[in-house]
């Protein structure tokens, strides 16, 4: 992939996403989960140098479009479980328009589906890794576990917390797919957990 190649399809993506976003009112989903995990996917990927940054960052990119189209809360929760399949199958009619290896496709295109590292799409490659792992991160260095809240206001407020509290171990145990990672979130990993546990008493 060249370069020219690779800028053209970051800039495709991005006014892609941004477009969907401001018409459908998810800018702030934007700004706090797709820029963020960009922002983690760069250091992960000073981390551990070997990875094809080409692959990473387009995958991050293109990792949740099938989120966007959503017109409110209800949509985003349905569409959520398979989202990672609709946004690569989206993702791949974006690159067919580019003159990429085949390896190259196949490789964005296993990071998006395995970005959530659940069966049967478990990260396998550095790259896969590096885009789930940057996915969780970004989690924890934007107010991600705060949102819980405004998507489920018909459970109590101990349901929440359980919940949140529940997710934020489950994402601290898929950092463990990198074992650099969590030394970058282990400050907010402790002040979250401290938070909602103390809530819980």
Not at 23 to 30: A, S, T, V
Not at 47 to 66: G, R, S
Not at 105 to 127: F, S
Request: charge should be positive; glycine fraction near 2%; hydrophobic fraction near 40%.
């Amino acid at each position: 992939m060249t370069d020219k190649t690779y800028k053209e399809i970051i800039k495709e993506a991005q006014e892609y996403i941004i477009r969907l976003a401001k018409k459908n009112g998810w800018m702030w989903f934007y700004k706090m989960h797709q820029t963020e995990m960009v922002c983690e996917a760069e250091k992960l990927l000073t981390l551990y140098p070997k990875a094809d940054k080409k692959i990473v960052i387009i995958a991050c990119w293109l990792h949740d479009n099938a989120h966007y189209p959503a017109r409110n809360g209800d949509e985003i929760i349905a569409v959520k479980k398979n989202h990672h399949i609709i946004s690569a199958r989206q993702a791949e009619e974006i690159l067919k328009k580019y003159k990429l290896e085949e390896k190259e496709v196949r490789a964005i295109i296993n990071c998006i589906l395995c970005h959530r590292n659940t069966a049967p799409y478990r990260a396998g490659t550095l790259e896969e890794k590096i885009v789930a792992v940057a996915d969780t991160l970004s989690h924890f260095t934007s107010i991600f576990y705060l949102t819980y809240f405004k998507f489920h206001p018909e459970k109590t407020l101990e349901q929440m917390v359980a919940e949140d509290l529940a997710k934020l171990e489950r994402d601290w145990d898929d950092l463990g797919l990198l074992p650099k990672a969590r030394g970058l979130v282990k400050r907010e990993f402790e002040v979250l957990n401290k938070l909602l546990k103390n809530y819980k008493k």
